[in-house]
């Protein structure tokens, strides 16, 4: 659905500067999302930490020629005439109203989804259900903000039979706004739990807060076990209809069948577990809908009673998170007309819900992007989005592997036309489309090298699966075409010990970080030491997106590998080499200086090369003795020597606590920023231009947020460590194994070499592939530490070999592939650090390169 640029004018109530023609079909907040600049309207959005005024040039470049804005720019008239500027009091707000207005034109059920846990998974699993027979338009992934609502709900279109959106609220009083945009006339609530607890004073008030959702809607499904819950809705003065729902005994349940006892509100449910099943039903909710490797097949069997008729579906997941948001999906479902055989049919295939894009190492040079989970054009668009962001400067191919599409209520030609269009936009060099439709529609695609195949077994058999090669594959299609299995044999299998990257945790501990922060304060992120042994590339490219100001490593060359690998941005190197300093002018990093001989070096070397003004970050040693300038003797010196010459110039003076991360040393620690303060004053006051002060580090930031001058330094906090009481963030790096070889070895024998591992009884001891060579430190053998394994403790048994390491599983129900958790959410990375008297910063760095990474973001 398109808009002219005057109807968006009348509906956001904006004064216009600018007289060009426009059709609006994509509005836009993030410039990094581009696609279609004719027809984007673009919304100049302010946060704390970025304006989206500052990117109207960039996109005019670009093409963009519609925005909507807060001020105007003063060369609107002459570097913008052919452009339009709506302005308006605030963008946001004008952002929300067009997407409220958007909505009055369809008359459809919504379905609004909020709650503290399970809203994408409800959201995902009732697309599954319903879309079999209506034309479903969706939140993409987890867009539930006060910006993303407005960009999901725009994606309504004339084909859309039904909407599923979700509302996530952070804060008293946001609910409301989501309500005029969503306009839900079916309810769910799906779960109240702690996320965002401490803005709201109890947990009635959160729960109200939700229901404003609700306000005007025809009906609400609910927990009616959930007291808090059913409260609040009685107290709501609600008027529509309820469905609350209720898990009983089979005893119960029985009772209400013969009609020996009331039924519920809406709908009664007995839950009968994995009757055919040994798998334990303890899944706590990290292994929500089946995220995790499960293998086995499970079923539980789900009887209900719904409005007075009864029924049963089969559920393939048996956890209780599952089973929960899998009742809320039926009572919407059987709402919304599904009968009881079709909703038994589809529940007993929904697919888990894989809320992640994963990235991985490929055979033959390949990055294999996975989104083998659903194919639409919405998720389409932001899996594209998310390969064409990701910087590449091996300057490889970005191919796209795609399944036939369903349901998308256009013609099969419109809907590819759409496709490819998107695909090229993105910048998508090799087109392999499988399916018949796809095969169809192949003159649609007008792309450099394109393939077509009628299924996936045709295509992993062809030349073109063979010959993939030093490219950036983005693999999206449903399971249903068998999509995960080119990404298995896609995937590069040289160890099976991976290091588990969540980069969505990362964001997350540098928000945390941030919150201490000013919104000025710059930023400084500790890369070095391959980013605290979770990878540097990755992580890096990851801090780029969320705008850090500088990244630091240690060497020159891990400078090169960033820049090699796209990093654009500004690189700091702690600990230059004087046989560096030609790679760090080619490479544009920017050295640290900590002692006269090397400055005198630098600036010699950079004379040389005709250099002037490169920038240095200046080092004084305040009281941890290792490396830099003396605060009170040298800093006269400095000065002279830095105003004497022009090669070289300060772009910022810092120091280092010694022990922020601890009180004992709060006395040491002011002495040492006194020391700072006094001496970066001083050569701040001998130059005309900024120089930037810092010296906070992770513990810092967290203990003297009033140190934080300038910029600080971000390390182990940002890899989820929180240095100051060991205590796991939102964990970033996950070190796993899996069980090779299973035995029972009888109390008199030992385990390993130099008969070390001495039994005291009967036991069964597992092998697993990872020894000290991979990072395992030695000293955690012989029952010093243990790891994982099916949530429970298992202790090493003898020394760790080098490759290869024994645990004691007796007490374990496990088998030989079984998962092993070497440290991770389950087994904090402290504890294994803890058992050997050191930091779990050594421990981090320690995984060995030989050790694959697996990268992974919702
Ligand atoms: C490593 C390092 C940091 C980061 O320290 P964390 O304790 O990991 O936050 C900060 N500054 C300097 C100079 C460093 O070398």
């Not at 910048?427 to 399916?435: A, L, M, Q, S």
């Amino acid at each position: 659905m398109k808009y002219s640029i005057e109807k968006v004018i009348t509906l956001i109530g904006a004064r216009r500067i600018g007289r060009a023609d426009a059709n609006i079909g994509w509005i836009l907040t993030d410039s990094r999302s581009l696609c279609f600049p004719e027809e984007t309207l673009f919304f100049a959005l302010r946060s704390e930490r970025n304006d989206g005024h500052n990117y109207i040039h960039d996109l005019y470049r670009r093409g963009v020629r519609n925005f909507v804005v807060e001020h105007v720019p003063e060369t609107a008239a002459t570097e913008y005439a052919d452009a339009n500027f709506l302005k308006v009091v605030s963008p946001r707000a004008a952002l929300q109203r067009l997407a409220e207005r958007h909505r009055d034109e369809f008359d459809i059920p919504v379905v609004g989804i909020t709650g503290s846990h399970g809203k994408t998974i409800v959201k995902e699993w009732l697309y599954q259900l319903l879309s079999p027979q209506m034309v479903v338009t969706r939140s993409p992934r987890s867009y539930n903000s006060q910006i993303g609502v407005p960009l999901s709900v725009w994606l309504i279109g004339e084909h859309t039979e039904v909407g599923l959106f979700e509302a996530g609220i952070s804060e008293p009083g946001e609910m409301q706004a989501l309500r005029d945009i969503i306009q839900p006339t079916i309810g769910v609530l799906t779960s109240l739990g702690a996320p965002h607890q401490e803005n709201f004073r109890t947990m009635e008030e959160k729960c109200r807060e939700k229901l404003e959702l609700f306000h005007d809607a025809q009906v609400i499904v609910y927990d009616s076990d959930d007291d808090i819950v059913s409260r609040c809705i009685r107290r709501s003065g609600f008027g529509g209809d309820k469905i609350g729902w209720s898990i009983v005994s089979s005893g119960q349940f029985d009772d209400v069948v013969s009609g020996r006892s009331a039924d519920a509100v809406g709908m009664t449910v007995w839950v009968e577990r994995g009757a055919d099943s040994d798998v334990a039903a303890d899944n706590e909710a990290g292994s929500i809908a089946g995220t995790d490797a499960r293998h086995e097949t499970v079923t539980t069997m789900i009887h209900y009673i719904y409005k007075g008729v009864a029924g049963t579906y089969r559920l393939p997941f048996m956890d209780e998170a599952s089973v929960k948001c899998s009742i809320a999906c039926a009572c919407v479902a059987l709402y919304l007309g599904v009968v009881p055989e079709e909703l038994d049919r589809r529940m007993s295939r929904l697919e888990p819900v894989a809320m992640r894009l994963e990235v991985k190492e490929g055979r033959n040079g390949c990055t294999i992007i996975n989104d083998s989970y659903n194919s639409d054009v919405n998720s389409l668009d932001i899996a594209l989005d998310f390969m064409s962001r990701r910087p590449d400067h091996h300057g490889r191919r970005r191919t796209l592997v795609l399944s036939d599409i369903y349901q998308s209520g256009e013609s099969e030609e419109t809907l590819y036309k759409e496709v490819a269009e998107l695909a090229v936009k993105r910048g998508v060099e090799k087109f392999i489309g499988i399916g018949k439709a796809l095969c169809r529609q192949a003159d649609s695609f007008r792309i450099g090298e394109k393939w077509f195949f009628a299924d996936v077994n045709e295509f992993i058999s062809s030349d073109v699966f063979r010959s993939l090669r030093d490219e950036v594959i983005l693999i999206k299609g449903s399971r249903s075409f068998g999509f995960d299995h080119i990404t298995e044999l896609l995937e590069r299998k040289v160890h099976e010990t991976i290091l588990e990257v969540n980069l969505n945790a990362v964001v997350a501990n540098l928000n945390y970080y941030r919150s201490f922060m000013h919104p000025e304060t710059k930023l400084v992120c500790m890369v070095k030491a391959d980013a605290y042994g979770a990878g540097a590339v990755e992580v890096a490219k990851t801090l780029q997106d969320h705008r850090v100001d500088y990244m630091a490593v240690a060497v020159a060359d891990e400078g090169v590998i960033l820049r090699k690998n796209g990093i654009t941005g500004n690189i700091m190197i702690m600990n230059p080499e004087m046989t560096a300093f030609k790679t760090i002018f080619d490479y544009d990093l920017e050295p640290e200086v900590y002692s006269f001989r090397l400055m005198d070096a630098l600036i010699h070397a950079a004379e040389k090369e005709g250099i002037t003004g490169w920038p240095v970050h200046i080092k004084l040693d305040t009281g941890m003795h290792r490396l830099g300038f003396d605060p009170e003797r040298d800093i006269d010196e400095v000065i002279r020597r830095l105003k004497g010459q022009n090669a070289i110039i300060p772009r910022s003076v810092f120091s280092h606590f010694v022990g922020s991360d601890s009180h004992g040393f709060d006395e040491f620690s002011a002495r040492q920023f006194r020391l700072f303060d006094d001496a970066s004053r001083k050569l701040q006051s001998a130059f005309d231009h900024r120089i930037l002060r810092h010296m906070d580090n992770s513990a810092g930031i967290e203990q003297f947020p009033e140190r934080q001058l300038d910029m600080c330094r971000l390390g182990l906090g940002l890899y989820g460590v929180d240095p100051c009481d060991n205590r796991i963030l939102n964990t970033v790096s996950t070190l796993r194994t899996t069980i090779l070889q299973l035995r029972h070895v009888p109390v008199y024998e030992t385990v390993g070499y130099s008969r070390r591992g001495v039994l005291s009884r009967d036991s069964v001891i597992g092998a697993i592939p990872i020894g000290y060579a991979d990072g395992l430190n030695r000293h955690l053998g012989n029952g010093r530490c243990y790891c994982i394994v099916n949530g429970k403790k298992a202790p090493y048994v003898g020394n760790i070999c080098m490759d290869v390491a024994m645990i004691d599983v007796t007490d374990i129900d496990c088998k030989e592939g079984d998962a092993v958790e070497i440290f991770g959410p389950e087994l904090p990375v402290t504890v294994l650090s803890d058992a050997i008297g050191t930091i779990p910063y050594e421990i981090l760095t320690s995984v060995s390169g030989r050790v694959k990474k697996v990268y992974y973001q919702d």
